[in-house]
T-cell receptor
Framework: EAGVAQSPRYKIIEKRQSVAFWCNPI?????LYWYQQILGQGPKLLIQ????????DSQLPKDRFSAERLKGVDSTLKIQPAKLEDSAVYLC?????????????FGSGTQLSVL | GNSVTQMEGPVTLSEEAFLTINCTYT??????LFWYVQYPGEGLQLLLK?????DKGSNKGFEATYRKETTSFHLEKGSVQVSDSAVYFC??????????FGGGTRLMVKP
């Protein structure tokens, strides 16, 4: 079975520029998450989608971060404008539903460096 | 709020040594507990889980027991291999179904 696909794998930008990340979850997975993993730390949840609706975005810095999942499948995460502290790996994860006993599958992540 | 604390790494062991990576948590209610592993260049993978007190999760020779009295979920393996070199994350999931991760512990196993 194909896993969670993310692109690009790496991205280097200068501060104040914009950047977008793309995630294609496993087919049939209704629930999708974006996590931010700063070097040396554990992943921190940014936003959770159930189909094309937002379930939780309480930790998303909405002044600069936005995410969408228009058709309930692929998702994009955007940062505009980027700051130095946004340098991190951005992980996408998905599961069939939001059920407590269902396994969460992670993509390999997009490593962002803001210079 | 919920939080997970795990021992800082890196942990460096020789092959066949015994491994313990400590994990303690703070949470309201009765969370489920997890260990995830991240091999070099790969995404996070679920290693094992336990959903209630005294449950033992196990997989690939790794074990962890949900200890409510000490709020701990320490990861153990009796004999590590070079292929176990990775970063290990302890995590909890609360009733709201949100995962909270620890900071990760890098394990390096030398032949």
């Amino acid at each position: 079975e194909a896993g969670v696909a993310q692109s690009p794998r790496y991205k280097i930008i200068e501060k104040r520029q914009s950047v977008a990340f793309w995630c294609n979850p496993i087919s049939g997975h209704a629930t999708l998450y974006w996590y931010q993993q700063i070097l040396g730390q554990g992943p921190k949840l940014l936003i959770q989608f159930q189909n094309n609706g937002v379930v939780d975005d309480s930790q998303l810095p909405k002044d600069r971060f936005s995410a969408e999942r228009l058709k309930g499948v692929d998702s994009t995460l955007k940062i505009q404008p980027a700051k130095l502290e946004d340098s991190a790996v951005y992980l996408c994860a998905s599961r069939v539903t939001g059920g407590a006993n269902e396994k969460l599958f992670f993509g390999s992540g997009t490593q962002l460096s803001v210079l | 709020g919920n939080s997970v604390t795990q021992m800082e790494g890196p942990v460096t062991l020789s092959e066949e040594a015994f491994l313990t990576i400590n994990c303690t948590y703070t949470a309201t209610g009765y969370p489920s507990l997890f260990w995830y592993v991240q091999y070099p260049g790969e995404g996070l993978q679920l290693l094992l889980k336990a959903t209630k007190a005294d449950d033992k999760g196990s997989n690939k020779g790794f074990e962890a027991t949900y200890r409510k009295e000490t709020t701990s979920f320490h990861l153990e393996k009796g004999s590590v291999q070079v292929s176990d070199s990775a970063v290990y994350f302890c995590a909890l999931r609360n009733a709201g179904n949100m995962l909270t991760f620890g900071g990760g512990t890098r394990l390096m196993v030398k032949p």
